[in-house]
Nanobody, 115 residues
């Protein structure tokens, strides 16, 4: 059973920052594409960002470009999502994703942007 363990969510004011972390098993982390998705109430889950196994390619949703940065530390089997200039519309449950020959999801972490 592959488990992805997320942390770092919480409540933040508009304009603030949060950093999400996701730890994955060593057996998959170094070769899998890692990503973050989010799902707001009443909406479909959507892609936020992905990063290749070598960190050479990162992709972002247009809505977060210039504000969010995805990165990974292969030595620590962890992927990060640095979120700056947060907006109320960023409020959602954020899910870590690992994808290659199989696909795995984390349990989700709540991010709430509100004053």
């Amino acid at each position: 059973q592959v488990q992805l363990v997320e942390s770092g969510g919480g409540l933040v004011q508009p304009g603030g920052s949060l950093r999400l972390s996701c730890a994955a098993p060593r057996s998959i982390f170094s070769i899998y594409v890692m990503g973050w998705y989010r799902q707001a109430p009443g909406k479909q889950r959507e892609l936020v960002a992905t990063i290749s196994s070598s960190s050479s390619i990162a992709n972002y949703a247009d809505s977060v470009k210039g504000r969010f940065t995805i990165s990974r530390d292969n030595a620590k089997n962890t992927v990060f999502l640095q979120m700056n200039s947060l907006k109320p519309e960023d409020t959602a449950v954020y899910y870590c994703n690992a994808r290659w020959t199989n696909e795995y999801w984390g349990q989700g972490t709540q991010v709430t942007v509100s004053s």
